[in-house]
């Protein structure tokens, strides 16, 4: 049997809205763990846009910036898991069981899923190579 973490609230996505919902609960005291796959919509992008102190500057410095400063000063509360979640069931105790790639299996109160969106692009010749570049 895997073993078993409990936290106060699971995120799942830790993009700009999944850290930003961990800053909040951190900053309140609640336990969160963040699962972060590694895969990001703006992944070919160089520059994110329209987000307050950090439009036109690299998402993958965002990321890094924002874990450091919730590793810095939320240590005790927020847990970073690097890895994807493959699987959610709601309990009828109310509590989100989340099993991540590893097998391992996460408890929590309360879940935010904060995955964001994935783009469809329209089949036309050519628009995929130029999706992202030079924007």
């Keep these: 049997m895997p073993s078993e973490s409990n936290v106060d609230v699971l995120i799942v996505g830790a993009g700009p809205a999944g850290l930003s919902a961990a800053l ?3 900053r ?5 763990a963040i699962f972060d796959s590694g895969v990001y919509r703006n992944a070919r992008a160089s520059h994110m846009h329209m987000f307050p102190t950090w439009d036109h500057k690299d998402p993958a410095e965002y990321r890094a910036a924002a874990r450091a400063e919730l590793s810095a000063r939320y240590s ?7 890895d994807a979640v493959t699987k959610v069931t709601h309990k009828v105790d109310g509590t989100f069981h ?3 790639s590893s ?3 996460w408890s929590g109160k309360k879940l935010i899923l904060a995955t964001g969106v994935k783009d469809i692009l329209p089949k036309v ?4 190579s130029c999706w992202m570049n030079g924007m």
């Design 24 to 26: 909040v609960l951190s």
């Design 76 to 82: 005790e509360v927020v847990q970073f898991v690097n």
């Design 103 to 105: 097998g391992k299996v």
């Design 125 to 128: 010749p050519g628009y995929d």
């Design 28 to 32: 309140a005291r609640y336990k969160t």
């Design 98 to 100: 989340a099993i991540d």
